[in-house]
C-alpha cells in the first residue's frame, strides 16, 4: 500500500466510465432526468422504508426535484463532496438500474466516504449490487485516492447486510438512533474498509 499525503484530495473526471461484462457505472447528466424519473417512481414503494422521508406536500420524484438532484451530483462531484454513481445495464441503450453513493467526503487526516445504494426492484438478487459496489471500491480506492469507505445498515435489512459482508466489509459496531429514516431515528449497524483491507474481486475497465 503506497503512503498517502494526509491533503491528498483526488477529484476523478466527471465523464469517466467503469465498466464489468454486465454493467457501467458513471455520473449523472442532465439527460438522465426523464429515466431517472421513471425509476424513482416506479421504485417508490421499494426504496420508502430505507430513504429519508420528505416533505408533505413535496414530490421528491417532480420534474424539478430530480433536476435539481441531478445538478447537485454534479456540483458536488466537481466540488469533490460525493461521488454519485449511476448503475447501468451493458445491454442496448445502457438503461439506468440503481445507484451506488460515495457521500460526505472529508479529506484531511481522514480520507473517509460514507457509502449508499440501491437497485431497481426487478433487477435484485442477480448480484449486480454486489458488483456495482465492487466498483464504487475499486472507484474509491484507486482514481477518488481514498482511504477508508464506511457504511451505516439498519438490522432489519438482510439483503444489504449480506452484501456488505461479501464485499468484505467489517463491522465496527452498533449505533442507536443514528440516522433518520423513514422518519423515524434508527439504529444502525457500522460498517468499514479501509484501503489496506481491500481486495479487488472484480475486473474493472475505466
Ligand atoms: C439491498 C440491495 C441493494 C441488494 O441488492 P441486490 O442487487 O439484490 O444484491 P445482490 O444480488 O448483489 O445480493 C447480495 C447478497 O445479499 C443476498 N440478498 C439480497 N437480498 C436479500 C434479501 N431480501 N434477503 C436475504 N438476502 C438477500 C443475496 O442473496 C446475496 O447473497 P448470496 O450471494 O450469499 O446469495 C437491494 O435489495 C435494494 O436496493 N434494497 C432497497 C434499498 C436498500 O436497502 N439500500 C441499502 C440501504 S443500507
Redesign the pocket.
Known amino acids: 500500500v503506497p503512503p498517502r499525503s494526509p491533503s491528498s484530495g483526488a477529484i476523478p473526471s466527471i465523464s469517466a466510465r467503469l465498466a464489468t461484462p454486465r454493467i457501467v457505472l458513471r455520473a449523472a447528466r442532465t439527460t438522465d432526468v426523464p429515466e431517472l424519473r421513471r425509476i424513482h417512481r416506479k421504485n417508490a414503494d ?2 420508502r422504508p ?1 430513504s429519508p422521508a420528505h416533505a408533505k406536500g413535496e414530490d421528491p420524484t417532480s420534474l424539478t426535484a430530480i433536476s435539481n438532484m441531478v445538478a447537485r451530483y454534479r456540483q458536488q462531484w466537481k466540488r469533490g463532496e460525493a461521488f454519485v454513481l449511476l448503475v447501468t445495464l451493458r445491454t442496448g441503450g445502457e438503461p439506468i438500474i ?1 445507484r451506488v453513493s460515495l457521500g460526505g467526503i472529508l479529506r484531511g487526516v481522514f480520507q473517509n466516504a460514507h457509502l ?4 431497481d426492484a426487478d ?9 456495482a459496489v465492487d466498483v464504487a471500491l475499486a472507484f474509491a480506492f484507486g482514481m477518488a485516492d481514498l482511504h477508508r469507505v464506511q ?4 438490522p432489519n ?4 447486510l ?2 456488505l459482508e ?1 464485499v468484505g466489509f467489517r463491522r465496527e459496531g452498533f449505533a442507536e438512533r443514528y440516522l433518520e429514516i423513514a422518519g423515524t431515528w434508527q439504529d444502525h449497524a457500522i460498517f468499514a474498509m479501509t484501503r489496506e483491507e481491500w481486495k479487488p474481486r472484480t475486473d474493472v475497465t475505466v
Request: net charge positive; proline share 4%; glycine share 14%.
Open positions: 421499494h426504496l430505507w440503481g449508499g445504494y440501491w437497485i433487477h435484485q438478487r442477480r448480484g449486480l449490487m454486489t458488483e457504511a451505516a445498515v439498519m435489512n438482510p439483503g444489504s449480506r452484501l461479501k
